[in-house]
């Protein structure tokens, strides 16, 4: 089979014209041609008035070494790679060596109980939150009744923080070996739509999501796997062995029980604040890492569609408009957008009293009025939070209080309309923008809850962003905060063997421990977490 890449067609185009289009930049006459599908679609809309499709196919033709070879020095046509994934390892039968536990159900502890499922090890999954359905109620309970539930909302429970979300599905992670492949195929079995597998920006949105969690748990449990909901890992037992080596040996749960565990993958994604102050309490190597902050910023999708795709707006093919903006200020810091949710809504995000926090969710229909995004400056541990390694997590809960305050202390987040922001006044009433955040906006200041440094930096670059996206800057536009949550402030450092530096058995994975930014590079690192760890048990025979 040939992978044809690069072909760009105009939107309105048939699906004659593809199999025409194909032949001709072949040279092969259409009876030469005996299958064509699609391996990813994107498009350019460089051109407003001209917008393309642009296609990479999977063909088989009648005589496929003629074709390559008259394509030898042309990249644009070469042999279908193969991306089917591929076990480095299985358990023996019978096997009865130690039964990995993966603590969280977020995408990376989903993904590596998974494989280390289809392995045949049998894994334990310790989940702090609740099953996701139940988890669904009791996040709604924050949005619509301003009621939180500290162990079950956005952050915690089965799915993740990425479960109530926009489920974009890329990222820029290097993947030799197609490991987002096995992710996406996975999902498509669990109930995404199979276009994930082909889109160049594919996206689940929050309904499909829920149900998609509950089918890989059947799937793990049906391999043998055990899931423990509302189940806190509370404390680390680490042995100390004559030579020094610190070796995982148990784990404590706010069950009261005691699991001996010394193969254990730690997925306890950006929010589990107590978890990384126990991990150091017990001595495991945990270092400071930058993240950014700022704020949520609303538009009409309509101003969104019309900017980027101008008479093309509105087109079903192109579906909702998505932007990525990034500036360089004076003062040395970067302003960049952050979670783009075309036609969603903004959400609260928080998972502590007391404290609000935003992010962005939308539904596969990306239907709803306002696109949001985060609008986040860059901070690092040296300049911002230096000293102890977990002040970013100190840096963050401080700014989290003042909007709580600041939005009235009720979970409402503190709002200001973008030209009261650039004009440095509260804002009073809204006036074009209707924002989305449930409980509900209170309109003040939102110098009163982030640095001087981030004020100043965002009013910078909106001006700059407004002639990139014609509108981006109208006075109407509505600003709410804080955004903090944008990775984890910390990183639980590894070494090649994906094992912690200073503990052996420990596997520190996904997001909260510094290795992943997303749903999808999170799934991917809980693969090779999971490869590392099965290997570690039986060795393999392929190497990583
Ligand atoms: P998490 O998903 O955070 O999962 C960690 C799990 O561990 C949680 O379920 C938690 O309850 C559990 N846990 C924590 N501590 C303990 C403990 N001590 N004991 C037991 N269990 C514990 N990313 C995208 O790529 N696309 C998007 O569209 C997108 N939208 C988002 C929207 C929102 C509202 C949010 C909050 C995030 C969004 N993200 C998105 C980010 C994405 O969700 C995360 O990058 C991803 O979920 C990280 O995966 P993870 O498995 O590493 O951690």
């Keep these: ?214 089918s890989m748990r059947e799937t793990i449990e049906k391999l043998g796997g055990e899931y423990r909901f509302q189940t806190r890992v509370e404390d680390f037992e680490v042995e100390e062995g004559e030579d020094g080596t610190r070796r995982l040996a148990g784990l404590h749960l706010s069950t009261g029980e005691y699991l001996p565990a010394s193969h254990v993958i730690m997925a306890v994604g950006h929010s589990a604040r107590d978890t990384f102050h126990v991990l150091r309490d017990r001595g495991v190597h945990i270092e400071a890492k930058p993240f950014a902050i700022g704020v949520r910023i609303e538009h009409p999708q309509s101003w969104i569609d019309k900017a980027r795709y101008g008479p093309n707006a509105g087109n079903d093919i192109l579906g909702a408009a998505a932007y990525s903006l990034s500036h360089k200020c004076s003062n040395g810091r970067t302003v960049y957008s952050f979670c783009m949710c075309p036609g969603g809504r903004v959400v609260a995000a928080t998972s ?92 003040t200041d939102l110098k009163q809850c982030l640095p001087d440094f981030v004020i100043e930096s965002i009013r910078e670059a909106l001006p700059v962003f407004g002639r990139q996206v014609p509108g981006y800057d109208h006075p109407d536009v509505v600003m709410t905060g804080v955004e903090t949550r944008t990775s984890s402030p910390v990183r639980i450092t590894r070494g090649r063997d994906f094992q912690s530096l200073n503990t052996r058995g420990l596997y520190p994975a996904g997001e909260g421990a510094g290795y992943a930014g997303g749903i999808l590079s999170a799934a991917v690192d809980g693969i090779r977490v999971a490869e590392a760890l099965a290997l570690e048990l039986v060795p393999g025979f392929d190497k990583l």
């Design 1 to 214: 089979m040939l992978r044809l890449t690069d072909l760009a067609l105009p939107l309105d185009h048939t699906p004659a014209d593809l199999e025409q289009a194909v032949c001709e930049r072949l040279g092969i006459a259409p009876g030469d041609l005996e299958r064509l599908t699609v391996a990813r679609r994107g498009n350019d809309a460089r051109r407003k008035a001209a917008i393309k499709l642009v296609y990479s196919f999977d063909v088989i033709v009648r005589d496929e070494a003629e074709v390559l070879a008259r394509f030898a020095d042309d990249p644009h046509v070469r042999p279908t790679p193969d991306t089917s994934y591929k076990f480095v390892t299985r358990a023996p039968d019978g096997y009865e060596g130690p039964r990995p536990v993966v603590i969280g159900a977020g995408p990376c502890g989903l993904l590596a109980a998974l494989v280390l499922a289809q392995m045949g090890f049998k894994p334990i999954i310790i989940e702090r939150g609740k099953a996701v359905r139940e988890r669904t109620k009791d996040t709604w309970g924050l949005w619509r009744r301003s009621v939180l539930d500290p162990e079950s909302n956005v952050q915690f429970g089965e799915g993740g923080a990425g479960t109530f979300s926009d489920g974009k599905l890329y990222s820029r992670i290097k993947d030799q070996r197609h490991l987002g492949r096995k992710v996406l195929t996975e999902f498509v079995k669990a109930g995404a739509p199979d276009d994930i597998l082909t889109e160049a920006h594919p996206h689940i949105g929050t309904f499909r999501l829920v149900t998609m969690v509950m």
């Design 352 to 443: 502590e009293e007391g404290r609000v926090v935003t992010n962005g969710m939308s539904q596969y229909s990306r239907a709803e009025f306002n696109a949001n995004s985060g609008l986040v400056v860059d901070i690092d541990p040296e300049r911002d939070y230096p000293g102890d390694p977990l002040a970013g997590i100190a840096f963050q809960r401080k700014f989290e209080e003042l909007a709580f305050k600041a939005g009235g202390s009720n979970y409402k987040a503190p709002g200001q309309k973008l030209g009261d922001f650039l004009e440095d006044k509260p804002s009073a009433e809204f006036g074009e923008v209707t924002p989305s955040y449930q409980p509900g906006v209170h309109l």
